[in-house]
């Protein structure tokens, strides 16, 4: 058997869940409309980095967020999971969410998932991608060797990818600059639909 650590956006969903949890939110709660375009628009204006605004926008739902909208929320994002990502994940004896989305909605999502490691974003500490993301894994008990298995679609997760040089790397739908990426580094990988 092997351990599975599995990235969230565009891997195990085939979409991006911060934007997909902002537009949740819009809907749900019309008292902080105005505060999502403005904390948008100052993103798209490059007024504030991308872990500010998700700082920003966590901070302030999460406190309006009720159990329903998770559950609503959730199911909507096991709506859009990728079934071949999903399968390698339960085939697995152990599996680890390693995401930059919020853990306000990234662990009832994988418990959803039937995933119990879960390595997220947390308010007010850097955002969980990169190096931090793998000594977060490692702290959790990861250990990378040729029973490990990597899913990733971006190479933001290139720390996760040379960590695990024994084991299994698939790269779901990269785009050709993760690819060169990748291929630079000499990575091992398999691509997955």
Not at 26 to 39: D, K
Not at 58 to 68: M, P, Q
Not at 115 to 122: G, H, L, M, Y
Not at 150 to 174: M, Q, R, S, W
Request: with cysteine.
């Amino acid at each position: 058997m092997y351990m599975v650590i599995v990235d969230l956006d565009g891997t195990l969903v085939e979409c991006n869940s911060f934007t997909e949890f902002v537009k949740f939110v819009f809907r749900r709660h019309p008292e902080v409309r105005l505060f999502l375009i403005m904390t948008v628009m100052r993103r798209k204006l490059r007024l504030i980095s991308h872990h500010e605004a998700k700082e920003r926008i966590i901070s302030r739902t999460s406190g309006l967020v009720t159990e329903k909208d998770l559950d609503d929320f959730t199911s909507f994002l096991h709506s859009r999971i990728n079934r071949r990502v999903l399968d390698i994940v339960r085939s697995g004896s152990r599996a680890i969410l390693a995401s930059a989305a919020p853990e306000l909605y990234a662990c009832p999502f994988a418990a959803k998932a039937g995933i119990s490691v879960i390595s997220a974003s947390r308010p007010h500490e850097a955002e969980n991608r990169g190096e931090r993301k793998l000594a977060d894994v490692i702290r959790q008990g990861a250990v990378f060797d040729r029973n490990t298995v990597v899913i990733t679609d971006h190479h933001d997760d290139l720390p996760l990818l040379k960590a695990n040089k024994e084991g299994l790397n698939y790269i779901v739908k990269p785009s050709r600059k993760s690819i060169g990426i990748l291929l630079r580094e000499g990575i091992r990988f398999t691509l997955l639909d």
